[in-house]
């Protein structure tokens, strides 16, 4: 199994199926394109995603259905296209792939709020592992939803 | 803020090096066409609120937050990695 070196978790080993590609990268990080989970039981449902090119690069992350069961989420055609999903109809614009998984990174504020960016999910094509940031062309989300207080189920 | 009208096929220029082109606007859209050297990184805004936002995603949670935060979920699920 190959091994990566993390910031975090110290050196960890990985299966090759649990990376995820970001063709793209994701904002402000675009040379980061292959990550691995991290899951621990002791942090669920927190899990991370770790760069497999730099150490230091780690997002927190959660199911965005835990913070928000009804959460709606959009996809740019172009990002469709990246994740190899069928191009949605202006009839449903939010389609419900059942190999799709999406996640809201998780960040502390100076303050030590927790926070989740329902603004630009990640969203994971399960099946193929290729993954994006699909950034919301709406403001119906913020990327600084508060988790104080948040009743996740 | 500098306010001004233009019509599509009219364009503008911020400093000597970069012009924007009005390419087309209809209803609550415009289209813009910006010619600008390599150097000058043209971002849609809301990309730079992601890319900095990722910035403080990226930076580590104090082990003991998160633990409190996890804690103060009522049910964690076991499997976090479920489809929609």
Known sequence: ?153 | MLVIRRKSGESFFIGDDIEVEILDASGSQVKLGIRAPKEIPVVRKEIRLVSDQNRVAARPIPGPRLEQFIKSLKSPSADPIRPL
Do not use: K, W
Request: with cysteine.
């Open chain 1, 1 to 153: 199994m190959p091994l990566v070196q993390t910031q975090q978790f110290g050196e960890l080993q990985y299966a090759d199926d649990a990376t995820v590609h970001f063709p793209h990268g994701l904002p402000g990080f675009e040379l980061c394109h292959r990550f691995v989970f991290i899951q621990r039981p002791d942090l669920a449902p927190v899990v991370h995603l770790q760069s497999l090119e730099t150490p230091e690069v780690c997002f927190p992350a959660m199911p965005i259905h835990a913070i928000d069961p009804n959460y709606v989420p959009v996809i740019a055609p172009e990002d469709e296209v990246t994740l190899g999903l069928r191009p949605s109809s202006p009839l449903n614009p939010a389609p419900v792939n059942p190999a799709t998984l999406a996640l809201a990174l998780l960040a502390a504020t100076a303050e030590g709020e927790l926070t989740a960016n329902l603004f630009a999910p990640i969203i994971i094509n399960m099946e193929t592992g290729t993954a994006v940031q699909a950034v919301r062309m709406d403001s119906l989300y913020s990327p600084h939803y508060s988790l104080e207080g948040a009743a996740c189920s």
